[in-house]
T-cell receptor, first 115, second 113 residues
Framework: DSGVTQTPKHLITATGQRVTLRCSPR?????VYWYQQSLDQGLQFLIQ???????AKGNILERFSAQQFPDLHSELNLSSLELGDSALYFC??????????????FGPGTRLTVL | GENVGLHLPTLSVQEGDNSIINCAYS??????FIWYKQESGKGPQFIID?????DKRQGQRVTVLLNKTVKHLSLQIAATQPGDSAVYFC????????????FGKGTHLIIQP
C-alpha cells in the first residue's frame, strides 16, 4: 500500500458526460501528479500540482482539468467524454515539488470506461 | 490485467534465473531514471533509480545500468521469483524536477516455474 488513495476504483459512463476523479496523497506529501494509462499510449503524464498550484503540464487535453485543494487532495475533471478517454487514471504524490530525491508513490488507479 | 492489448514486449525466464530488461530513452537532457514494476490491478511501484552522473546502482536483487552514450538503461533482476512477474517500465525525468515522468512502453516479465 503506497499511502495514496484514489476514488472511485471503477467508473462507467457515456460519451459526452463529465466525471470527477479524486486523489488523496500520502500524508505530508505536497505534490500530486496525474497520469493516464491507455492501451495504445501507455502511461502518460497529464499534470502536476504542488501545494495547491499548478506546477507542470504534460499531454493533458483541454477537456480535462484538475485542481488541488487546501487539504492537498486533488481532483481530475474529465468532460465531454469520448470513447478514447477510456483508460486507467493514476495519481502519484511526492514529498516536495519533485525531482531526483523525491520518489513518486502511485495510487491504485481509477478505471474509466466510456460507452 | 490492465496491460492486455498493449502488445508489450514479453520476456519469459525460468524461476531462479537472472532477468535483464532493456530500455532506450530519447532525451539526452534526462538526468534521472527510474524503474517501476506494475502488477495486474495495481499502480506502478518504484524499484530502483539512478542519476545521470552514475553508471550503475545496486539494490536488493536488482541492478540498474545506465549507458548515456547510447541512451540505454537496463534492469537486472537476480534469481527471479514468481512474485517478479509483472510489467516493468523505465521512466525518465528530463530535468528541472517539476515535470512528470516520461514512461517507456513497458516489458512484460513472465516467470516460468
Amino acid at each position: 500500500d503506497s499511502g495514496v488513495t484514489q476514488t472511485p476504483k471503477h467508473l462507467i459512463t457515456a460519451t459526452g458526460q463529465r466525471v470527477t476523479l479524486r486523489c488523496s496523497p500520502r500524508s505530508g506529501d505536497l505534490s500530486v501528479y496525474w497520469y493516464q494509462q491507455s492501451l495504445d499510449q501507455g502511461l502518460q503524464f497529464l499534470i502536476q500540482y504542488y501545494n495547491g498550484e499548478e506546477r507542470a503540464k504534460g499531454n493533458i487535453l483541454e477537456r480535462f482539468s484538475a485542481q488541488q485543494f487546501p487539504d492537498l487532495h486533488s481532483e481530475l475533471n474529465l468532460s465531454s467524454l469520448e470513447l478514447g478517454d477510456s483508460a486507467l487514471y493514476f495519481c502519484a504524490s511526492t514529498r516536495t515539488s519533485g525531482g531526483p530525491v523525491d520518489e513518486q508513490f502511485f495510487g491504485p488507479g481509477t478505471r474509466l470506461t466510456v460507452l | 490485467g490492465e496491460n492486455v492489448g498493449l502488445h508489450l514486449p514479453t520476456l519469459s525466464v525460468q524461476e531462479g534465473d537472472n532477468s535483464i530488461i532493456n530500455c532506450a530513452y530519447s532525451n539526452s537532457a534526462s538526468d534521472y531514471f527510474i524503474w517501476y514494476k506494475q502488477e495486474s490491478g495495481k499502480g506502478p511501484q518504484f524499484i530502483i533509480d539512478i542519476r545521470s552522473n552514475m553508471d550503475k546502482r545496486q539494490g536488493q536483487r536488482v541492478t540498474v545500468l545506465l549507458n548515456k552514450t547510447v541512451k540505454h538503461l537496463s534492469l537486472q533482476i537476480a534469481a527471479t521469483q514468481p512474485g517478479d512477474s509483472a510489467v516493468y517500465f523505465c521512466a525518465e525525468n528530463s530535468g528541472g524536477g517539476a515535470d512528470g515522468l516520461t514512461f517507456g512502453k513497458g516489458t512484460h516479465l513472465i516467470i516460468q516455474p
